[in-house]
């Protein structure tokens, strides 16, 4: 092509184009379609560039078909907005049809087909259709020797229909990097991921139902790059073979029964995990599976048990992931349950000091999230002597989505303490007792100030004064606005005496804070652009 004399030659080049169209796209995500749409039609050096943007992420298969001439729309008939027009043919499917559809369809890196969703397309902004069988059935039929997604690396399925499950098992490729199947059913899926093994070795990310169990022994064998795996239930062999993978990175995977623990703990693997997700009934599968974990590389460690745990199956837990992990490097670790702490409370579910103090040897925390239906003996000392142990901490929060249901021993010198020796928390959640503030009223928090915090849960703290509280509050979070109390709590969680008072008061802190919170702008005024640059040129004149 001659270089235009009105056009910067850089702008002639394909790959520029490209680079330039997808910040277009990103930048105005709300008029990107007409845009690139416009853009294809300017002038033929940006048909090519503005139509790979246009075309490479499709969240839904609509736009694409709609592109078909003989495609029609049928409006529902229903009441319910629920329920969307359908796409159909008018008559089968020509050469041109399908050459319209293939010169597109060449274009799309991702894709997905979302049933009956009232939704928007991300890129192209239309709205969400049914797509009918006949439409299914005429693209499982592709003209020969032709390739319907030749560039697919990633897609989203949700339709279990057979027609559908044709059409899907189709379009896969061995380019395939990016496959989430996670709301198939499991007559469907079982079926297919055979067929998926051997057509996609490319695989680097896969998600599968997370509820429905799946015994293929060596499914996982045939994906030597598989890094991120999210699934069920699986066998005990299938497990095995997850293990073996020598690139998985993260796995979020539901524990049903683990019947030969003999044979998994005497075979540890996943030697390369970097994050690991555990949803089991109990702790005690979570604590079994965890013995053959072997990894120096783990980062991030989460578990959600719907039948909850007592203190006991805590620290057990905390013992094995110390030993199957290197603590230092340990850099996220949530534990979440849902079931009421029982009769036996607080007995058998009150996490001791010595309990608290085996996760100070995970010293590179940046996150820890215990929302368990335990309660905790912890005062200030136990928790500085926690906190002196994490100085990368961000995120922490002990219990209070459940409450301790019971009086607190830590102050609101505790606190002070917890924010003096984790200067990086930005959120906070800690049950106290705040009813007296043995501070000094001038500075309470003493020089101390943690700007990132906007808010801060103290599950069912109790309270005294909320004007003090508040005072202190601000002076330590300038910028807090909100106090989280009481919210999750109830059903058969038993409340702390008083519980209403309590609510009310911290309702009172959270009322005052905004007041304060003008009032410590005032005090600490933000340092403005000439004080800026006198700083800068003291660097460069030292």
Not at 143 to 168: A, C, G
Not at 173 to 201: G, K
Not at 258 to 266: T, Y
Not at 507 to 528: D, I, M, N, T, Y
């Amino acid at each position: 092509m001659v270089p235009s004399a009105t056009v910067h030659p850089c702008l002639l080049v394909s790959e520029i184009l490209v680079n330039i169209f997808a910040e277009v796209n990103e930048r105005d995500e709300e008029e990107a379609a007409s845009t690139l749409a416009a853009l294809c039609r300017t002038c033929r050096a940006f048909r090519e560039p503005a139509m790979k943007v246009l075309w490479a992420h499709l969240g839904t298969l609509v736009p694409l078909i709609r592109c078909i001439p003989c495609v029609k729309t049928i409006k529902s008939k229903g009441k319910s907005q629920d329920d969307l027009p359908t796409l159909a043919l008018e008559r089968e499917l020509s050469s041109a049809d399908w050459e319209i559809f293939l010169s597109h369809s060449r274009l799309v890196l991702t894709c997905g087909y979302y049933v009956s969703r009232r939704d928007k397309h991300p890129v192209l902004n239309s709205p969400s259709h049914d797509i009918g069988i006949d439409i299914l059935r005429a693209l499982s039929s592709p003209p020969p020797s032709s390739t319907v997604f030749p560039h697919l690396r990633k897609i989203r399925w949700t339709d279990s229909r057979e027609d559908s499950i044709r059409f899907f098992r189709l379009i896969l490729t061995p380019a395939l990097e990016f496959l989430d199947m996670s709301s198939i059913t499991n007559t469907v899926y079982s079926v297919i991921i055979p067929s998926i093994s051997d057509t996609c070795p490319s695989l680097r990310i896969m998600h599968l139902p997370k509820w429905s169990f799946l015994h293929l022994p060596d499914m996982f064998d045939n994906w030597s790059n598989l890094a991120y795996v999210t699934s069920g239930p699986l066998a005990d062999a299938t497990i095995q073979s997850l293990g073996r993978l020598a690139h998985l990175a993260s796995m979020d995977i539901c524990l049903h029964k683990l019947h030969d623990i003999k044979s998994l703990v005497e075979n540890p693997g996943f030697s390369t995990l970097r994050r690991l997700v555990l949803r089991a009934y109990n702790i005690n599968l979570v604590t079994a599976f965890m013995r053959q974990v072997k990894s120096v590389h783990l980062r991030e460690v989460k578990c959600y048990l719907p039948h909850g745990t007592t203190a006991a199956g805590i620290q057990d837990w905390i013992t094995i992931l110390l030993d199957r992990c290197m603590p230092r490097r340990l850099e996220i670790l949530e534990i979440e349950d849902y079931a009421d702490a029982g009769a036996d409370f607080p007995g058998q579910f009150t996490l001791t000091p010595d309990t608290l103090r085996l996760l100070s040897r995970f010293r590179g925390l940046t996150t820890l999230d215990l929302a368990t239906a335990c309660t905790y003996s912890l005062d200030d000392t136990t928790l500085t002597q926690l906190a002196i142990c994490w100085p990368n901490l961000q995120n922490i929060a002990l219990g209070t989505h459940w409450g301790w249901r019971q009086q607190s021993d830590v102050t609101l010198k505790g606190l002070l303490s917890l924010v003096r020796h984790c200067p990086q928390l930005e959120s906070i959640g800690l049950v106290m007792n705040a009813v007296t503030t043995d501070i000094t009223s001038q500075r309470p928090g003493g020089g101390v100030r943690r700007p990132k915090v906007t808010s801060l849960n103290v599950g069912d703290s109790r309270v005294g004064d909320p004007l003090a509280v508040a005072a202190f509050l601000s002076d330590v979070f300038p910028r807090l606005l909100s106090v989280d109390a009481f919210n999750h709590l109830g059903g058969r969680r038993r409340p702390i005496p008083a519980a209403k008072e309590y609510e009310e008061k911290w309702k009172e802190v959270e009322r005052l804070l905004p007041a304060f919170s003008k009032v410590r702008a005032q005090e600490h005024p933000s340092v403005g652009p000439r004080r800026k640059a006198f700083f800068l040129e003291e660097l460069y004149l030292a």
